[in-house]
């Protein structure tokens, strides 16, 4: 007997699992607000030295704001003042004539910065020097909502600018490599606590590094908060998607998958909304974790995976999901038709009680096979969707709405892969989407830069197919691995999609080398990663492996599985378990 028998009577696709989806969605929105909260917090926004201290009382004090920052900071070749120098001695002959001499003497900035605050109050990189002063004796006073944003904003910002420009890019990698280490941690873990148990400490850890990362008083601190808020919103991440996938049969795990993913899409766009409301990068962070609370305190709703508990002997508790489950569905003959005992017949492991690690993976040889190439897949469709989504000021339009229309194109693109999935399958749909993209960003290294609107247009289409890709991912690799290593190849190809990831804003310096470079990087890491996607096998519509023998096991002619419909129908499926195909 097969857990997709046991789960069609108590309903494999009915209101208790719609019901998890909805209670996942609230986690799942804050993930790609900390994800792609990097354009917004460590963005640069236009400086100048800081002369407000130069001569205050002498003959510059004269001068209007304007003529001294002109006799004070050199021009740009397009007007505007230089970003990191001024000049060493007034350059009064400036204010008759514009033109300045080359050799003029000129160093790097003094007393600090000045910045543009008409787009952002403040983030990783300003120093917002009004606040710096805040005295918390005053705060007697105060609300506590004003004294919570006093404490907040009277926190030194960091300068990141110019020599410490790169720390600032830096962020987004070290949000990653706490991704990665995340991944590796919760992969271990949930594979032998359980899924629910950790999706729980993952909310908690969540929280509280988030609030400590925006409370930062040096980049230090930041940098190691933020480390941490990526390994723990891992969990969420990974768990949400197997919770989704193992409670649902095998026909409906492309609509579980697809909707499910909704909540990126739907995440994405509000941080728009997010960053474009609340300008101090401290206040955003705190925004974006706070839907985590409501998740923290709808979890108990929340089912542990029957076909986890299953696997490590947990027969009767899995059973008592299973009814929650059935009633929920209004299939009360469920009670009827199977009983506890029914459970411990269903063939979920080679050997109970065995203890699975990474090492699995590459133990034997079909196994490490895939292994290998999905680990190449996740790469190459995290860096090419973070090495899009992370550089988006190339619109002509303000950053908020550029992150809008980037996020918007996700949702169409979805409702697309949703059909094609299943209408071609998951390996076309796999390879086919990373292939095209990289065709778009070859397409944009060739077209003039003039050509703005055609350029824009296939920009959009090249992150819509870039997200499409990564929605099919995750529904694919979850039908890949066996249920007693699931979680375990989830949190391998999340490290490595979390590693492409990472080195994405490092890719993006090398436009200093050539401006070309990184575009040509991501290009070519898609086009690759499309073709060893072909090399994978196909899971559409077969039942999902249960054990290391499950994919192991070579069979020369395709096989077929039988299971009944809502109509007791008999519907058979064709899948093969030979994974060399």
Not at 156 to 168: E, H, N, P, S, Y
Request: charged content about 15%; proline content about 4%.
């Amino acid at each position: 007997m097969k857990f997709e028998n046991i789960l069609d009577e108590a309903d494999g696709f009915g209101r208790y699992q719609i019901a998890l989806v909805l209670l996942l969605f609230i986690p799942r929105i804050t993930i790609p607000c900390h994800f792609l909260l990097n354009n917004f917090i460590a963005a640069i926004p236009s400086h100048h030295c800081d002369i407000s201290s130069l001569d205050a009382d002498g003959i510059l004090g004269n001068l209007s704001r304007e003529e001294r920052l002109t006799v004070s900071v050199p021009a740009q070749e397009d007007g505007t003042p230089a970003s990191c120098h001024m000049f060493s001695h007034p350059q009064f002959h400036l204010l008759i004539n514009s033109s300045s001499p080359s050799e003029v003497a000129v160093v790097q900035c003094q007393n600090g910065w000045e910045y543009d605050n008409s787009t952002f109050i403040s983030t990783l990189a300003t120093h917002v020097k009004s606040h710096d002063n805040v005295s918390c004796s005053s705060f007697s006073a105060l609300s506590p909502l004003t004294v919570f944003f006093s404490v907040s904003l009277s926190l030194k910002q960091f300068d990141l600018v110019c020599d410490k420009r790169g720390l600032a890019k830096a962020s987004a990698t070290i949000f990653f490599l706490g991704v990665m280490a995340g991944a590796v941690f919760f992969g271990v873990l949930c594979d032998k606590y359980g899924r629910r148990n950790m999706l729980l400490v993952s909310y908690v850890l969540s929280i509280v590094f988030s609030v400590a990362s925006a409370f930062s008083s040096n980049y230090i601190m930041f940098a190691a908060f933020h480390f941490l808020t990526g390994l723990a919103l891992t969990g969420i991440t990974n768990i949400s998607v197997v919770l989704s996938v193992e409670w649902v049969d095998t026909k409906h795990r492309t609509f579980m998958g697809v909707f499910g993913s909704i909540s990126w899409s739907l995440g994405n766009m509000l941080l728009a909304g997010f960053a474009c409301l609340v300008t101090d990068w401290r206040m955003l962070i705190i925004t974006v974790t706070s839907p985590l609370l409501l998740a923290t305190a709808t979890w108990w709703l929340i089912p542990e995976s029957a076909r986890w508990l299953i696997a490590n002997g947990k027969a009767e508790t899995a059973y008592k999901y299973l009814q929650k489950c059935a009633t929920f569905n209004k299939r009360q003959e469920f009670t009827s038709r199977v009983k506890p005992e029914s459970l411990s017949t269903v063939a979920t492991m080679d050997q109970q009680g065995h203890s699975y690690t990474y090492l699995d993976l590459v133990k034997t040889p079909k196994l490490r096979r895939l292994t290998l190439f999905t680990g190449i897949v996740w790469y190459g469709v995290a860096s090419t969707y973070y090495g899009i989504s992370l550089n988006i000021t190339g619109f002509g339009l303000n950053l908020y709405l550029s992150h809008f229309i980037y996020a918007a194109i996700e949702v169409p693109a979805k409702i697309l892969i949703y059909f094609t999935l299943d209408k071609v399958g998951r390996r076309v749909s796999q390879s086919g989407t990373l292939v095209l993209t990289g065709f778009c960003i070859l397409i944009n290294i060739i077209t003039p830069t003039e050509y703005w609107t055609f350029r824009t247009v296939i920009a959009v289409l090249g992150k819509g197919l870039s997200e499409a890709s990564f929605t099919t991912v995750f529904l694919y690799t979850t039908e890949l691995y066996p249920t007693v290593m699931r979680q375990n190849g989830l949190g391998y190809t999340s490290f490595m999609a979390r590693l492409g990831a990472s080195i994405c804003p490092l890719i993006m310096l090398l436009e200093d080398v050539w401006t070309l470079l990184p575009e040509v990087i991501f290009c070519t890491m898609a086009i690759f990663s499309g073709l060893i996607a072909w090399l994978l096998p196909e899971t559409n519509n077969a039942r999902l492996p249960e054990t290391i023998e499950d994919i192991e096991e070579t069979r020369k002619k395709p096989v077929y599985f039988t299971t009944e419909d809502q109509s007791n129908i008999p519907l058979k499926l064709p899948i093969s378990t030979d994974t060399t195909q």
